[in-house]
């Protein structure tokens, strides 16, 4: 039996959301309780295994008292803040980042941002024709994941994800500034030439689907990706002695990507390569 | 950390430029030839990761010995300093002095921005890239502000070598521009720091006082005039004491924000978290700015003590100085002031035999505006992309390494000194009731005599107009820089203190004073402003990373319209702006629509 720590009981935080009183243990963002209150505040940046980078600035709300707004996936919840998350000037935030982003980057394959572009009234058409976008090509560059940072929106998650918040290989970086700033491992080379262990666990954190199996990747440019189709099957991986859990993605009795739940209490979605990508075995017919 | 390395190696000289910094590898697990004893025992570990902080210094050692960073070169960089080859990477490319493709020895920076730009910079930009083509040997690039605003157009020539050598010229011709760039030895040297003062030798003065009396290079000379009399009267009061002074003179951050420098100093004083730290932000980087440079260059010694004196104040052993990339000689000046004051007992293990240890590191920027920000800054010094950090928790609490620091503008520091030596009554008479003290306003543009001037809080915007000299059809006069605002000229009223300016519904800043005429269009003045923000933008959060972008678009689109052709990119550029304002992570993006927007409503661009 898996037996999850608990920790010290924590103290609860009241503080009011949209006027209303809520309680939060000590420690939680404005997010959880806005989330455990049933409110909901987009998020793309924001990762359930990673520490906040608050960089996508869609989950701004207002809170009495700041000059500014602030990101509800990072700011702690204070004793007696009022924190107000449907104000017209939240919601015109969340309407230009959703349009700035939708503006410049492919988010064909990015969840639920179609249903934020709708409520949120954003139209990512009114900057021109001309506006400049990333213009990225797709790096395949590998046999296991594809790169495509035509669909990036920079939000750091695999660069932590593959430093020191989990895999420690460091192979990924920011690099360059501003709008050319892009994800690049070093002197921008192919990932077969850097320190890449292809664990895979970037992929896992990717919100908008830049970082993607070859599998899906390939399936989706010859049209054949159906994730309705798709079941998920939940399994213990075989190699080694830890037993990470796998999630494999079934569509037409093959397997088409494998990911991992992140509520596993000890691997948190992460995979090794031998789990994320060696699977191939189990197809193999001949 | 198990690191990958590529095989790329250094080349003998990118291995001396790197050594020269960090002395000669240990073992092979820092970059040395393998031996047996390598194979028994794993050096590296915690140590050689605690040194990450030198990885902004080694860039520099190789940029300034070869002109640009190769892969052999951060590759072996990394190996000395146990850092993956991509954080390097992406450190190297967030720094327009860094090159990591190969160019020219020689980089030929010449200023394009605002001053500059009204100065002609635009016809000594073609002239310059006419006569040094590709083949010349010098790599020319438009540069955002050089801070040398009081002698535009200006250019700075930096020739890669053992030593580095720099040039500036400015004012600069393309004759003198080419000069300095093909040969910048034998260049003329550059005019004094008293030259950018017009109030030189004014007895009335405070701050600027020793600016052209002393000799910059002497600490005798400054000692002569007064020098070191406010740190000993801190050994007197006590550190409590000199941080109750402090906050009774109603001192105020000078950089643009305005913080009460005694609480701040307060606030780290009691943090139980050790060590504390001392950094002083010389990152002077908004354009229009140059008070920082002339007050390193024109007293440096000045800033020592003060720094001294703010350590002691706050419990801080130790200082860092983050002073712009593109200020050679106030770099220059510096460390023979720190080397100086160390050698006399200034510095060091027992500050006037005082038994406080203090001891002062200088630090290079390397072209990033937003390194001017305190977090940004934080991360520039501990070797990692200058990206501003999300607050809380504030610098007193976590700042520098993540411990307790205290950061403050020179400006701010250099007033300290007045306050310990003519006490915190004295002082607080100066100004207003609100803005006490004196300050040092950058006056440029289309003035007669630019430069630096020194006047208490209180003064009229159009009595520092008339003391520059300012020209016939002034057009529009801009407070605060880019991230500032635009006044008109009948404005003259305006009171110079931070709360007579906000009144007026602008800003003091960093005490930016840039004069207009009518000959350069507006659009082009709030074109140039957008693109230097969409420059110098991080690029970490999209209402900045891509506000930016989109407004330099609409900007670009409405250049020549004006009226109802305009006023659709408008809307949209008020929209955006409101975002960037609201949402953005830092000052730099919440400021960078407020000068385009004064513009707008003050100065009815477009109309």
């Known amino acids: 039996m898996t037996v999850t720590p608990l920790g010290i009981p924590r103290r609860l935080l009241e503080f009011t959301i949209d006027g209303e009183p809520v309680r939060a243990p000590e420690g939680s963002t404005i997010l959880d309780a806005c989330r455990a209150a049933g409110k909901d505040v987009p998020t793309l940046c924001q990762g359930d295994t990673l520490t906040p980078k608050n960089a996508c600035r869609v989950c701004v709300v207002e809170v009495e008292g700041s000059r500014t707004l602030v990101p509800a996936c990072s700011r702690r919840a204070e004793p ?15 309407k230009i980042v959703l349009e700035l982003l939708a503006s410049s980057v492919d988010l064909s394959t990015t969840p639920q941002v179609a249903e934020w572009i709708k409520e949120y009234e954003a ?4 900057f021109g024709p001309d506006a400049a976008r990333l213009n990225e090509e797709p790096k395949v560059d590998n046999d296991l994941y594809v790169r495509d940072y035509d669909k990036c929106i920079l939000c750091y998650k695999c660069v932590d994800a593959c430093g020191d918040q989990w895999q420690n290989t460091f192979a990924i970086s920011v690099s360059g500034r501003g709008f050319d700033a892009r994800i690049a491992v070093e002197h921008d080379a192919p990932l077969t030439d850097s320190a890449c262990v292809y664990c895979g666990n970037c992929i896992e954190v990717c919100p908008t689907g830049a970082l993607s199996f070859k599998s899906e990747f390939d399936m989706r440019a010859a049209g054949t990706w159906d994730r309705s189709a798709q079941t998920e099957t939940t399994t213990v991986c075989a190699y080694c002695g830890v037993g990470c859990n796998l999630t494999l993605h079934v569509q037409d009795n093959e397997i088409v990507k494998v990911t991992s739940p992140h509520d596993n209490p000890v691997t948190h979605g992460n995979l090794c390569i031998k789990g994320r990508f060696g699977y191939q075995h189990v197809q193999n017919r001949d | 950390m198990d690191l990958h390395f590529g095989d790329s190696k250094p080349t003998d000289d990118e291995r001396a ?6 002395g000669a590898p240990e073992s092979s697990w820092e970059g040395a030839d393998r031996s047996d004893a390598d194979l028994r025992w794993a050096r590296g570990g915690r140590e050689a990761r605690d040194r990450r902080d030198l990885l902004l210094p080694g860039l520099h050692a190789i940029n300034d010995r070869i002109g640009w960073i190769s892969e052999g070169a951060l590759d072996y960089l990394c190996r000395r300093l146990t850092v993956p080859p991509a954080d390097a990477y992406g450190v190297a490319t967030f720094y327009a002095m860094f090159s990591v493709k190969p160019r020219p020895a020689t980089v030929l920076h010449v200023c394009t921005d605002l001053a500059c730009a ?7 930009c073609a002239g310059i890239e006419a006569r040094l083509g590709p083949g010349s040997g010098v790599s020319v690039e438009r540069s955002p502000c050089l801070g040398l605003c009081e002698r535009a157009p200006a250019a700075l020539a930096i020739k890669a070598g053992d030593p580095v050598r720099t040039a500036v010229s400015a004012p600069a011709t393309v004759e003198a521009a080419v000069l300095a760039a093909s040969a910048p030895d034998s260049a003329p040297e550059e005019p004094p720091a008293a030259m950018a003062v017009p109030q030189a030798g004014d007895p009335s003065l405070t701050l600027l006082r020793r600016v052209g009396a002393v000799d910059p290079s002497s600490l005798d000379d400054y000692r002569a005039h007064g020098g070191y009399t406010a740190l000993r009267r801190a050994f007197a009061l006590g550190p409590a004491g000199v941080i109750r002074e402090v906050t009774d003179s109603g001192l105020v951050g000078r950089g643009g924000a305005a913080f009460p420098t005694g609480r701040k100093w307060q606030a780290t004083a009691s943090q139980p978290d050790r060590p504390h730290y001392l950094v002083c932000n010389a990152d002077e980087s908004e354009p229009g700015t140059f008070k920082d440079r002339v007050i390193m260059e024109g007293d440096p010694y000045a800033l020592v003590e ?8 706050t419990g801080a052993h130790r200082g860092y100085v983050y002073l712009r990339g593109e200020y050679p000689r106030a770099i220059h000046r510096m460390q023979h002031a720190v ?3 160390r050698a006399r007992g200034l510095l060091g293990d027992d500050v006037l035999g005082q038994g406080y240890a203090f001891d002062i590191e200088i630090r290079r920027g390397a072209g990033a505006y937003i390194c001017g920000e305190e977090t940004a800054l934080f991360n520039s010094i501990e070797g990692y992309r200058g990206e501003p950090r999300s607050k809380p928790p504030f610098p007193v609490e976590k700042g520098l390494f993540g411990r307790p620091t205290v950061e403050n503008n020179v400006e701010t520091l250099v007033n300290v000194l007045p306050i310990l030596t003519m006490g915190a009554p004295a002082y607080a008479a100066i100004g207003t009731g609100r803005s006490t003290g004196p300050k040092l306003f950058c006056v440029s543009g289309s003035v007669d005599r630019p430069g630096i001037y020194e006047l208490p809080f209180g003064a009229t915007l159009g009595e520092l107009l008339d003391a ?10 801009l407070l605060g820089g880019a991230a500032g605002g635009f006044v008109r000229p009948d404005e003259r009223d305006i009171p110079l203190t931070f709360e007579g300016t906000r009144e007026a519904g602008t800003t003091l800043g960093s005490g930016v004073v840039m004069a207009f005429d009518d000959t350069v269009p507006l659009p082009r003045l709030l074109l140039r402003i957008a693109e230097f923000f969409r420059d110098e933008s991080c690029g970490q959060c999209v209402p900045c990373r891509v506000g930016t972008v989109r407004q330099e678009e609409a900007l670009h689109r409405i250049a020549e319209r004006t009226g109802a052709a305009a006023a659709d990119d408008i ?10 304002r609201d949402a953005s992570i830092c000052g730099l993006g919440q400021t960078a629509w407020n000068a385009v927007e004064s513009a707008i409503d003050r100065l009815g661009a477009y109309e």
């Open chain 2, 17 to 22: 430029a790197v050594d020269a910094l960090l």
């Open chain 1, 80 to 94: 007696g803040m009022e924190v107000r998350t449907d104000t017209e000037r939240a919601r015109h935030s969340r």
């Open chain 2, 468 to 477: 520059a000299g300012v020209r016939e059809r002034l057009r529009a006069v």
């Open chain 1, 123 to 126: 139209k990512p058409d009114r």
């Open chain 2, 571 to 580: 809307a949209l550029l008020r929209e955006v702006g409101r975002a960037m």
């Open chain 2, 118 to 124: 009204a100065a002609g910079a635009p016809g000594l």
């Open chain 2, 339 to 341: 080397d100086q004051a």
């Open chain 2, 306 to 313: 003060a720094m001294t004196i703010a350590a002691y104040a």
